[in-house]
């Protein structure tokens, strides 16, 4: 009996691995003949040897020193635009080529998902929201948000003067005083964004105790803790498959502390007696809509979660890359500051006169100032997808890396915007360099500029953060003649989770 098991055992496992095989032939056929039939060639390989364990053990290193930004754009000119390399149990296709990029968001943008690994990974903070759905649920929730980006809602100049008058606040006011601006940003964008999106603000530059970068000893801040959680999202994407063995207390307790933070919100939309100012009929708030829609807090809190993501650090890192290189540019700082001047005049105490929505639109030399740090500091630096069907990237096949590319079912594709946007080629030899003058010679067109991505995906919130970062820089201008490096830190300059903010941008002030 127990011999008659055996061999029923091993015959059914015999089975099962030839059913896998012959799977698996069947498979590479078909995708032999589907890479032929559209003139594919492979891409170049990214040396990926001991199942590219070494590849992850030097990111892990740049990680490290910070700088796994450059650590990835090094791989372009020495392995061509577009090449395929493995770390640890899955392959990448890496490419900053925007003819690939356009057939991966927009033109074959069926092709490509988010992918259930990021779903996954990104679960425990995230949960269902548009930064883990594909499909139904992310046109659902898009829907949901596309009435909060109307023009008028994005024009709300008033709302945005109360929070950056807090901030003005809190810089220097005597000469050559110190103060660090990306707390305050974080701050600021926080602070603006909780008021847009779910009606009332958590005023944090009101509160004596500003720390929202570091991770703090004892429990931490919702801003802390938010920053703890997206460390450990991106520490888990950097292992691929394995993610979910990246899964300690410490970012248990952090996605605890901002579920516990966005619930409060949640329990005033289902009850709005317990709001503490009323909110003018005339705005539309994102949380009170979907909450009129239903009553799941877990679904109000997931999509709460994900558009204070996007809503937070994207501009906060803008505005501390602005600043840092305005700082450390100081003829471009007073060639924009004359253009603010003249249309808007000075403003010694944080007065001066209030910026238009649309006088904001016509300043120019600030347009170029804004998609000059954008380009070389794009806040979301590194994206993927993963193909859901057999499919094809048009360019990086071959030795020259002119043919199509076949990208089978459940392949990742990474490209990096920090990369494309360093591309000599597209902005000149001088492509590290921050010079905003270039955007008056006509680069940057189409897919080779992609701060915020583009096809049906493309960001909600451009409007309504590149209103608030030039309404903030007009203002912190019009009060201040002069800012100076005030650096002493020695640090990882940047500050990468899912997006990039300097660490500190530590700078000396002088008043008008
Ligand atoms: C400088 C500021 C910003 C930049 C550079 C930026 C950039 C981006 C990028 C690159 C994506 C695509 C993400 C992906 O594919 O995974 C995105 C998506 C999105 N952004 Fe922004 N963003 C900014 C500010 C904002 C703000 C302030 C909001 C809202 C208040 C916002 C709302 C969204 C939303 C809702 C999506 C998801 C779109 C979708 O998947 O359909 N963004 N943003």
């Not at 015959?11 to 095989?21: G, K, M, V």
């Not at 048009?394 to 990369?419: A, I, M, N």
């Amino acid at each position: 009996m127990e011999l008659a098991f055996k061999a029923l055992f091993l015959l059914a496992a015999a089975f099962y691995l030839l059913l896998r095989l012959a799977t698996y032939l069947l498979t590479a056929h078909k995708n032999r003949i589907f890479a032929k039939s559209h003139n594919c060639l492979p891409p170049r390989r990214f040396p990926s040897p001991f199942l590219g364990l070494p590849n992850w053990v030097r990111l892990m290193r740049a990680a490290k020193r910070g700088n796994v930004l450059e650590h990835i754009t090094d791989r372009y000119p020495t392995y061509g635009n577009t090449w395929k390399g493995r770390i640890l149990i899955g392959t990448s296709i890496g490419t900053v080529e925007p003819e690939n990029i356009k057939a991966i968001l927009a033109t074959n943008f069926k092709d490509f998902g988010l992918g259930p690994q990021r779903h996954a990974n990104f679960y425990p903070l995230l949960g269902d929201g548009i930064f883990t759905l594909d499909g139904p649920g992310w046109e659902h929730s898009r829907a949901n948000l596309r009435p909060q980006f109307s023009r008028e809602q994005v024009s709300d100049i008033e709302a945005l003067e109360v929070h950056v008058q807090r901030l003005m606040n809190r810089l220097p006011e005597g000469d050559g005083e110190v103060a660090d601006l990306q707390p305050l940003f974080y701050c600021l964008t926080l602070d603006s964004a909780t008021e847009f999106l779910l009606g009332e603000s958590v005023d944090s530059l009101l509160s004596p105790e500003l720390n929202p970068t570091g991770d703090g000893g004892g429990e931490m801040s919702f801003a802390q803790a938010f920053n703890v959680s997206q460390g450990y999202l991106i520490n888990r994407t950097r292992v691929r498959g394995l993610y979910w063995m990246i899964n300690p207390k410490r970012f248990r307790d952090a996605n605890a502390i901002v579920h516990r933070l966005v619930d409060r919100y949640v329990d005033m939309a289902l009850h709005p007696e317990k709001r503490a100012k009323k909110i003018s009929e005339k705005k539309y708030v994102f949380l009170d809509a979907i909450a009129a829609e239903t009553k799941d807090p877990k679904y109000l809190r997931d999509q709460t979660l994900n558009i204070l993501l996007a809503g937070r650090d994207t501009t906060a890192g803008l505005l501390g890359f602005i600043f840092w290189l305005l700082a450390r540019h100081p003829h471009i700082y007073q060639k924009l500051r004359e253009e603010i001047i003249s249309a808007f005049g000075t403003g010694r105490d944080g007065g001066g006169k209030r910026p238009s929505f649309s006088a904001l639109k016509d300043l120019t030399y600030l347009r170029y100032v804004l998609n000059e740090t954008l380009r070389l500091y794009p806040s979301v630096p590194l994206n993927g997808r993963t193909a859901v069907r057999n499919t094809i990237l048009p360019r990086g096949g071959g030795e020259d890396g002119l043919s199509p590319v076949f990208v089978p079912k459940g392949q990742r594709v990474d490209y990096s915007c920090y990369g494309l946007h360093r591309r000599k080629d597209l902005y000149g030899e001088d492509a590290d360099t921050f010079r905003p003058e270039r955007w008056g010679e006509g680069v940057g067109r189409g897919w080779e500029f992609l701060p915020f991505n583009g096809g049906p995906r493309i960001c909600l919130g451009q409007q309504y953060a590149l209103t608030e970062a030039s309404y903030t820089v007009t203002r912190i201008l019009q009060k201040y003649a002069r800012i100076e490096v005030a650096d002493t830190y020695t640090g990882p300059m940047m500050d990468l989770t899912l997006t990039v903010a300097p660490k500190k941008v530590l700078l000396r002030f002088w008043r008008a």
